[in-house]
């Protein structure tokens, strides 16, 4: 199974600031990745699939790149709502196989 | 409005048995792949199975293959998890997903709320 590696696991942070999170797969998955943030008792929501594609309603403030092992999420300037847990899910192939997850939280 | 609604968690024993289900509202769940994610405890996400539109592919992570079966029924707008020979780290929160085809890959774009299911003795 391909393995899903996000850094770091958890970052504090203040509103306003750039947030970058990493996710490193253990092999090639052209850009076969999503990233999902989930807020604390709620369901995950997708926030950017094609490793670089906003997903309708995201703002445009999320933004995803890498292509083949290595992707970024970034969030360009915090908001209090974006304080949550974010995923990434690689799709490229069976099992598919979330990140560990990053926890961004208020500094 | 598309809602996913799952039902059918509880406290179970571990060897027992429990069907999930998850009803679709707001789309037509026959013209999507439809999926099962869980996340233990405090834990992360976990991907469990994946059913294609007519049910004719499904796929399921090494950890519950043999023990869980995905089935759907598209009359019904339905899907649903058969979990067999439950054990205690199958306890999790069981999360429906509407599976995005674009281009040949593939996103959720839509979650229910999640069930609950306790494995204890």
């Known amino acids: 199974a391909i393995q899903m590696t996000q850094s770091p696991s958890s970052l504090s942070a203040s509103v306003g600031d750039r947030v970058t999170i990493t996710c490193r797969a253990s092999?090639?998955?052209?850009?076969?990745l999503g990233w999902y943030q989930q807020r604390p008792g709620k369901a995950p929501k997708l926030l950017i699939y094609a490793a670089s594609t906003l997903q309708i309603g995201v703002p445009s403030r999320f933004s995803g790149s890498g292509s083949g092992t290595d992707f970024t999420l970034t969030i360009t300037s915090l908001q209090p709502e974006d304080f949550a847990t974010y995923y990434c899910?690689?799709?490229?192939?069976?099992?598919?196989?979330f990140g560990q997850g990053t926890k961004v939280e208020i500094k | 409005e598309v809602e996913l609604v799952e039902s059918g968690g509880d406290l179970v024993q571990p060897g027992g048995s429990l069907r999930l289900s998850c009803a679709a509202s707001?789309?037509?769940?026959?013209?999507?792949?439809m999926s099962w994610v869980r996340q233990a405890p405090g834990k992360g996400l976990e991907w469990v199975a994946n059913i294609k539109q007519d049910g004719s592919d499904k796929s399921s992570a090494d950890s519950v293959k043999g023990r869980f079966t995905i089935s759907r029924d598209n009359a019904n707008n339905s899907l649903y998890l058969q979990m067999n020979s439950l054990r205690a780290e199958d306890t999790a929160i069981y999360y429906c997903?509407?599976?995005?085809?674009?281009?040949?890959?593939?996103?959720?774009?839509?979650w229910g709320q999640g069930t609950l299911v306790t494995v204890s003795s």
């Open positions: 707001g789309l037509t769940s026959a013209t999507y792949w």
């Open positions: 899910l690689q799709d490229y192939n069976y099992p598919w196989t």
């Open positions: 092999q090639g998955i052209r850009n076969d």
């Open positions: 997903a509407r599976v995005l085809a674009v281009a040949g890959r593939f996103y959720f774009d839509y």
